[in-house]
């Protein structure tokens, strides 16, 4: 104990100890001041520090929420049935009252913001604060761990629909499922007025959504419209996105400028993340239910032809370059005419940002 604590320990044992009317005892007042002065020290330091100290503790925090959700079982479930659903019903609610996508104009402001922060500084020659810079980063990261990351460690959606996360499936299980959709995707093109250029809407896509949740509780949260980010033809398809989960300000976003039969698709699938499921292999897989199980003949379309695509790129990667080619080429020869025309639209219009060195990023 420094020499200022014990001049103060003695000062108190005299005035309090040493009345006997008083009721403290001197243990008591040794203890207290034993632990106030580290303790003023470090409030001292978080006072001079604030910035710093707000970045250290969201900093731990993160890493306790990394670290609970990869040990704990069911955290991240708990997570994404209260915190998570919580954040979605407010920020959902809040930023979905925009017409506009909130996050494609926010973030670029407050990045600018920064930067002229940092300019400033340096114009008027002030230090460049560290602490600020640490608060700024962990504040972000907070908000993705919050409204993102913890819910990659969540129970898979497999679990929900009874099917365990390790089946593996065979080539003939493959062939079997590429053909029945195959069937499904011809048998809607010859019995429907089906228009293959129509997109639907994002009201559409919340329907197919909230109807699905009736099958499978496990999706019931607040479904704000998907909204189509503006800058599409420059922001997202120069890296091959039809669609983008915007963790900072919940908001489902869409590709506006891709081909039509990507978009019902996309819509579903992007909303699938404010349900909790971050996976991309989950959110394709709940898009695809919510489009097949929707009473609206676009919605049904787009998920149909997505998940022959799928398929296909799947078996041609079990028998491209063998023996067996001839299983591929034999699926395809079951489907319409339509379908090739819509597929090779997709294909002019993908090709044309293929070779960028955005899309190989």
């Given at each position: ?75 991240a ?9 919580l ?6 609610r ?58 990659y ?17 065979d ?18 093109y ?25 099958k ?16 599409s033809?420059?922001?997202?398809s ?32 992007e ?20 489009c ?21 790129n ?8 063998t ?11 079951q ?27």
């Amino acid at each position: 104990m420094s020499c200022r604590a014990q001049w103060c320990v003695a000062a108190l044992h005299d005035i309090y100890i040493d009345n006997e009317d008083t009721p403290f005892n001197g243990i008591i007042v040794e203890r207290i001041v034993f632990f106030w002065f580290p303790m003023r020290k470090l409030i001292r330091y978080v006072q001079k520090h604030r910035l710093l100290s707000v970045g250290i503790v969201l900093g731990a925090v993160n890493l306790l929420a990394y670290i609970f959700a990869h040990i704990i079982p069911k955290f991240a479930d708990f997570h994404a049935n209260t915190f998570y659903w919580l954040s979605v019903n407010v920020f959902g609610r809040l930023f979905g009252a925009v017409q506009y996508p909130v996050g494609e104009f926010l973030i670029p402001v407050l990045v600018l913001a920064l930067i002229c922060v940092f300019v400033a500084r340096r114009v008027w020659h002030k230090r460049f604060s560290v602490g600020g810079a640490v608060c700024v980063v962990m504040s972000a990261l907070f908000v993705f761990q919050f409204n993102c990351g913890i819910n990659y460690s969540r129970t898979p959606f497999s679990e929900y629909v009874k099917l365990p996360a390790d089946t593996a499936y065979d080539r003939e299980a493959l062939f079997r499922t590429t053909a029945a959709i195959i069937g499904e995707l011809t048998a809607l093109y010859r019995n429907t007025d089906l228009d293959t250029n129509a997109v639907p809407t994002d009201s559409d896509a919340v329907a197919a959504m909230k109807n699905l949740s009736k099958k499978y509780p496990v999706l019931k949260t607040y479904y704000p419209k998907p909204k189509g980010i503006v800058g599409s033809k420059y922001i997202l398809s120069p890296f091959m996105l039809t669609g983008i989960y915007n963790p900072f300000t919940v908001e489902a976003n869409y590709n506006t400028d891709c081909p039509p039969t990507e978009l019902g698709f996309t819509m579903c699938h992007e909303l699938s993340h404010l349900s909790g499921f971050m996976r991309e292999s989950e959110a394709n897989f709940i898009a695809y239910l919510a489009c097949v199980n929707s009473d609206n003949i676009v919605l049904k379309y787009s998920g149909l032809f997505n998940a022959v695509n799928f398929c296909l790129n799947a078996y041609w990667s079990m028998v491209g370059g063998t023996d067996d080619e001839w299983e591929y080429y034999a699926l395809t020869e079951q489907m319409s005419d339509k379908f090739y025309v819509a597929a090779e639209e997709n294909n002019d219009y993908w090709t044309e940002y293929a070779n960028t060195p955005t899309a190989a990023a």
